[in-house]
């Protein structure tokens, strides 16, 4: 059975550990005030020794402060400058997180506690932090009845027994719900109340009938619609919980179509609404340019070349680093010329016979291009493997292989390697001789190691009669079943 309990968010933040803190001091750059922040904290029973104030930070956490606690356990985190406000933690000497509160945007309060009894803190002189104190308790007792609940449910042996328990749990969460709806109603400029409208999700209407017929795409379209309501993607708070980062994640998963034209319109979308926050903004198009620069799925990457187009080659480059532009610059640089769809770059290599051939003069349904090293360990396993199919299947499919060998000194491996492995002998062997990588170089061109973006080997390619690029970076096996697909369509 499914468990249906929703627990709330803030009742589970102290369970979490501090293995993954980052060991740097947060880089906000609060707005500027006249006061900075001044907590003191007296925490029992630290004496002579220094704790750290923490927050999260998308979905990792990081140290923003620390103090020296004299004999009495007495400190104080001060600084001319405030921190941006959202969820924030208290960190042991042995860097485990102890208890978590909300920074609000005085940052002039007091905090008492005692790690014997982290559930008993003291915060004095943050109304954020009283609401935030009275919400906590009524989460965990509400998030404790639910697991009770829910425990139950999954051992019920009747039908009855489970309705009755199911009724109970999704009426609790419905509670829970209504709890930050008026929350949010009565204490619309809380802090409390930004975090409650990045937290919630649309509930999925039901499916409607239209002239007759079910819209059963409608539940999707609304929940999609309204994801981000209420969510402005220029509030830096939202950066320090550890939920923003995961429904972000969610919404691309679940709610967006993975084409690179598709994704690339959300992720355009939500950048020009961050901009105005320079640190929202650098975060999330750090983030995108992470995930797309190296995708999960072909053809996605052509989402991170047009992050390069239209963010990067314009000038968005000024919180970058040295080494961090130029990977991005040339990153896409190898990416540019290799997009699916495309002509494939011209390849005019010499065989092993010292002949020419053009990667253009192939007349086949099908070419499989591929770069790489007979002494590479990985392609001793792969290209073999290549051949099986070929063999097995692709030859007669009139598919052909130009097979470029990376290294212009490696011919006589090559020949050992294709006589112990039996590899056909009606693949094209070629490779760049230094004479022509020389001129090439020369002349200002881009080689074939850009082109292609061949960094790693084996590389695979996929084209079609025309030359044009149908895949690449695929298992052998993809490759099969696509060729398999394109003769069938």
């Not at 609304?222 to 994801?227: N, R």
């Not at 970058?320 to 540019?336: G, P, Q, T, V």
Request: glycine share 4%; hydrophobic share 35%.
């Amino acid at each position: 059975m499914k468990n249906l309990v929703f627990v709330g968010v803030f009742s589970l933040i102290s369970t979490l550990s501090f293995s993954q803190v980052k060991k740097t001091v947060a880089t906000a750059k609060p707005a500027v005030v006249s006061t900075g922040r001044n907590i003191s904290i007296t925490l029992t029973p630290y004496k002579n020794t220094w704790i750290s104030l923490g927050s999260y930070y998308g979905k990792g956490k990081t140290l923003a402060d620390s103090t020296f606690v004299d004999e009495k356990g007495h400190g104080v985190f001060k600084s001319k400058d405030k921190l941006t406000p959202g969820i924030y933690f208290v960190v042991s000497p042995q860097m485990s997180v102890l208890f978590d509160f909300l920074m609000d945007n005085k940052q002039q309060f007091s905090i008492v506690g005692d790690t014997a009894h982290k559930d008993q803190v003291v915060i004095t002189g943050s109304p954020d932090n009283d609401l935030f104190k009275n919400y906590s308790q009524y989460s965990i007792t509400k998030g404790k009845a639910l697991s009770e609940l829910n425990s139950a449910y999954q051992k019920a042996t009747t039908k009855a027994d489970s309705s009755r328990l199911r009724d109970e749990i999704l009426k609790g969460n419905k509670e829970l719900q209504a709890y930050r709806e008026n929350f949010v109603k009565q204490h619309p400029t809380a802090l409390l109340s930004v975090l409650f409208n990045a937290m919630k999700q649309p509930e999925a209407p039901a499916i409607p009938v239209i002239n007759g017929k079910p819209d059963s795409l409608y539940p999707y379209r609304y929940v999609k619609d309204h994801f981000w309501d209420d969510t402005q993607f220029n509030d830096e708070r939202l950066l320090r919980t550890p939920f923003f980062e995961t429904k972000l994640d969610n919404y691309f998963k679940y709610y967006v179509v993975p084409d690179a034209d598709t994704i690339y319109n959300e992720v355009k979308y939500i950048l020009l609404q961050a901009r105005t926050s320079k640190e929202m903004y650098a975060y999330l198009l750090t983030k995108f340019t992470n995930k797309y620069i190296n995708p999960e799925f072909m053809g996605q990457d052509r989402v991170f070349l047009n992050l390069f187009e239209n963010f990067y080659a314009k000038g968005d480059t000024t919180y970058l680093n040295a080494a961090s532009r130029k990977m991005i610059f040339e990153r896409a640089y190898s990416l540019m010329a290799n997009q699916i769809g495309a002509q494939a770059p011209v390849l005019d290599l010499t065989d092993t016979t010292g002949k020419n051939v053009s990667l253009y003069n192939l007349d086949a349904k099908f070419t499989f291009v591929t770069f790489w090293d007979p002494t590479c360990g990985h392609c001793k396993e792969e290209i073999p493997r290549v051949d099986s199919i070929y063999k097995a299947k692709w030859k007669d499919l009139g598919v052909k292989v130009y097979s470029v060998i990376i290294k212009d000194d490696l011919l006589k491996e090559l020949k050992t390697f294709l006589k112990d492995k039996r590899i056909s002998s009606d693949w094209i062997e070629v490779y760049q001789t230094k004479e022509a990588r020389a001129a090439e170089e020369a002349a200002g061109q881009p080689g074939y190691h850009q082109l292609y973006d061949v960094f790693k080997t084996p590389t695979f390619y996929l084209l079609d009669d025309k030359k044009r690029i149908i895949a690449k970076q695929l298992s052998l096996e993809q490759f099969d079943a696509l060729i398999a697909a394109k003769l069938k369509k």
